[in-house]
């Protein structure tokens, strides 16, 4: 099972900026948090990744309590194109073999002109 | 932008046909891996493959399922007698580009597979 928890859904006004909660209270130390989107059923897209540092790149904003239980996804200025199903996921960054990602439901996050 | 593309986009099959679903994954990643998406549910891990072999699977992939890197471009999803409960959304992907950091994974578009 997914280690994480998200609210199922959430809206936005074009122009403002998303953020998008996560909840991951049993995160270990080794542990990132990754966040991917996917955009109505097309192949999942890498967004951003981090271990306890907040973090930023051209598409958003990773930010990590210091306890490291949560986290927010921050996307600047959403753009209808933003419109997805976003994930937030943990998961060793060198696992050894064990690469794998366990996905949850996600937020389908609606972007409103 | 280096993508990891899938052939092919849909594909239409009879129940216990063979199918190969086929997958270029970035050049110079070293891990690859298969998952599925069943209408409507989660993103389901199926395997990861790494110095040409198997290094996970999931419950999921059975003895009906294999995979093969053929040559050094193409990865490929062979299931054997395709069910009706196999009609999902299929991506492949890969990561960790050769000599330097980065795990995280690149996914392509999928192929959507259906079993009549």
């Known amino acids: 099972d997914a280690k994480t928890t998200q609210p199922p859904s959430m809206d936005c006004a074009e122009g403002r900026a998303a953020n998008l909660p996560c909840n991951h209270s049993?995160?270990?130390?080794?542990?990132?948090v990754y966040w991917y989107r996917q955009i109505h059923s097309q192949g999942p897209q890498y967004i951003i990744h981090g271990l306890k540092n907040n973090e930023t790149n051209e598409m958003a904003s990773l930010i990590i309590t210091e306890d490291r239980k949560s986290s927010t996804l921050i996307l600047p200025h959403a753009t209808l194109r933003d419109t997805a199903v976003y994930y937030c996921?943990?998961?060793?960054?060198?696992?050894?073999?064990?690469?794998?990602?366990?996905w949850g439901l996600g937020t389908s996050l609606a972007v409103n002109p | 932008e280096p993508e990891v593309t899938q052939t092919p986009s849909h594909q239409v099959t009879q129940m216990g046909q063979e199918v190969i679903l086929r997958c270029v994954p970035i050049s110079n990643h070293l891990y690859f891996y298969w998952y599925r998406q069943i209408l409507g549910q989660k993103v389901e891990f199926l395997v990861s493959?790494?110095?040409?072999?198997?290094?996970?699977k999931s419950e999921i992939f059975d003895d009906q399922f294999s995979v093969e890197r053929p040559d050094g471009s193409n990865f490929t999803l062979k299931i054997r007698s395709t069910k009706l409960e196999d009609s999902a959304m299929y991506f492949c992907a890969s990561s960790d580009p050769q000599g330097r950091l980065g795990t995280e994974a690149f996914f392509g578009q999928g192929t959507r597979l259906t079993v009549v």
């Open positions: 493959f790494y110095n040409n072999e198997i290094s996970e």
């Open positions: 996921i943990v998961r060793s960054y060198n696992a050894g073999n064990n690469r794998k990602l366990i």
């Open positions: 049993t995160i270990s130390g080794n542990e990132y």
